[in-house]
């Protein structure tokens, strides 16, 4: 089966930098995923690696190892609306088909 | 485009009612899928479609129905409903040969 961990709830304030990990333990591995869902929303797409290394995209950026089952996304510049769960997913190849797991989220407070 | 689209929004059902949760996708995506997300538990993946006439389970399958008669709907079927099924039901589809899940707005299902 497949374990993904991450923190239940963090906070930060805004205009600062916050650093959301996420470790998993998984076999078949075929990318990482974080989205971000605000209350009563559906996800959204934030990021995707398969390879290791850093992707950065605006004020987002993800980080993978896969050696170590590691991930984390990194949010700078805070500002209010990041306030919102960040869900890690892990996908993995199951057959002939490719299966995401998601981790429970992080939710994230962004206070003034 | 409409995206993702799910019907109804939301649902109160008795147990041992049965019914079933639409989802469209006007994109041409060959994959789609049913999740299922409670507080503290993430997404758990219920059963997902590889392309008209493909179905699989997933992680939790018990209880529900799918099939995929063309490439644009999944309907999700609860047999026979029951409180454990209380949940919010999101729908999602990709190409297969691309990363990002895009995700429908959700059902909200209370089963008394």
């Known amino acids: 089966g497949q374990n993904i961990d991450q923190p239940t709830e963090m906070t930060a304030t805004e205009g600062a930098i916050v650093q959301i990990n996420c470790t998993y333990q998984?076999?078949?591995?075929?990318?990482l995923f974080w989205y971000q869902q605000h209350a009563g929303e559906a996800p959204t797409f934030l990021s995707y690696?398969?390879?290791?290394g850093l992707e950065e995209k605006g004020r987002f950026s993800s980080f993978l190892s896969r050696s170590k089952g590691y991930s984390y996304l990194l949010l700078k510049e805070l500002q209010m609306k990041d306030s919102a769960s960040y869900l890690c997913?892990?996908?993995?190849?199951?057959?002939?088909?490719?299966?995401?797991?998601f981790g429970s989220g992080t939710q994230l407070t962004v206070l003034p | 485009n409409a995206g993702v689209t799910q019907t109804p929004k939301f649902q109160v059902l008795k147990t041992g009612q049965s019914m079933t949760l639409q989802c469209a996708q006007d994109m041409n995506h060959e994959y789609m899928s049913w999740y299922r997300q409670d507080p503290g538990m993430g997404l758990r993946l219920i059963h997902y479609s590889v392309g008209a006439g493909i179905t699989d389970q997933g992680e939790v399958p018990n209880g529900y129905n799918v099939s995929r008669s063309t490439t644009e709907d999944f309907p999700l079927r609860l047999l026979s409903a029951a409180p454990s099924q209380t949940s919010v039901y999101f729908c999602?589809?990709?190409?297969?040969?691309?990363?990002?899940?895009?995700f429908g707005p959700g059902t909200r299902l209370l089963v008394l």
């Open positions: 690696n398969v390879l290791d």
């Open positions: 999602a589809s990709s190409y297969l040969v691309k990363e990002t899940q895009y």
């Open positions: 997913a892990v996908r993995v190849r199951s057959g002939s088909a490719r299966q995401l797991t």
């Open positions: 998984t076999s078949g591995f075929n990318g």
